[in-house]
T-cell receptor, first 114, second 115 residues
């Protein structure tokens, strides 16, 4: 099935650095969601975006819903060791009487070097 | 408020057997959806249930099925298990069946290993 193009695939950064990752698609989405998944656990919702152009922050995290509705980015400022994990973007389309299932990116594996 | 609860957390099955996984959504949530996560294919949508009715279905064979009960709890079943069915199966719940502002929360998943 369709998947979102998420990049980068992995990032090796120093503690305290800022992080940026993004997702792009060839089609329009009505909702963009960003999740973090730790090993052996389910995805945890970080930020939800519902309107084109929307910029939303959650602590050190900031995400934006692209104006074309075909992309989204997530920034993490001043990274700390607990930011380590896999970050997923997910898009959702509305059709007919409701929403389709989520379409996910392949994930960005964030590794922080002390 | 309790989160999405999935049982069992881990299980091992033999090829050809069937398996049933259970999900209890967040209290008050009426939509439950299921996803399969594998290293090769990533996270893929299986199906969604709302008010005991299947609303959406992903691109999976008929061996994968599900149902939802009147209390919104859901089960998914995989029959005639294949080695490739080994995966983390995730349940997600949301308040409604879609629309702006509808947030989706995931459970911790059920790890299925088929041997």
């Amino acid at each position: 099935g369709q998947q979102l193009n998420q990049s980068p695939q992995s990032m090796f950064i120093q503690e305290g650095e800022d992080v940026s990752m993004n997702c792009t698609s060839s089609s329009i989405f009505n909702t963009w969601l960003w999740y973090k998944q730790d090993p052996g656990e389910g995805p945890v919702l970080l930020i939800a975006l519902y309107k084109a152009g929307e910029l939303t922050s959650n602590g050190r995290l900031t995400a934006q819903f692209g104006i074309t509705r075909k992309d989204s980015f997530l920034n993490i400022s001043a990274s700390i060791p607990s930011d380590v994990g896999i970050y997923f973007c997910a898009g959702q389309k509305f059709s007919g009487g409701g929403a389709d299932g989520l379409t996910f990116g392949k994930g960005t594996h964030l590794i922080i070097q002390p | 408020k309790a989160g999405v609860t999935q049982t069992p957390r881990y299980l091992i099955k033999t090829r050809g057997q069937q398996v049933t996984l259970s999900c209890s959504p967040i209290s008050g949530h009426r939509s439950v959806s299921w996803y399969q996560q594998t290293p090769g294919q990533g996270l893929q949508f299986l199906f969604e249930y709302f008010s005991e009715t299947q609303r959406n279905k992903g691109n999976f064979p008929g061996r994968f099925s599900g149902r939802q009960f009147s209390n919104s709890r859901s089960e998914m079943n995989v029959s005639t298990l294949e080695l490739g069915d080994s995966a983390l199966y995730l349940c997600a719940s949301s308040l409604s069946a879609g629309g702006s502002g509808n947030t989706i929360y995931f459970g911790e998943g059920s790890w299925l290993t088929v041997v």
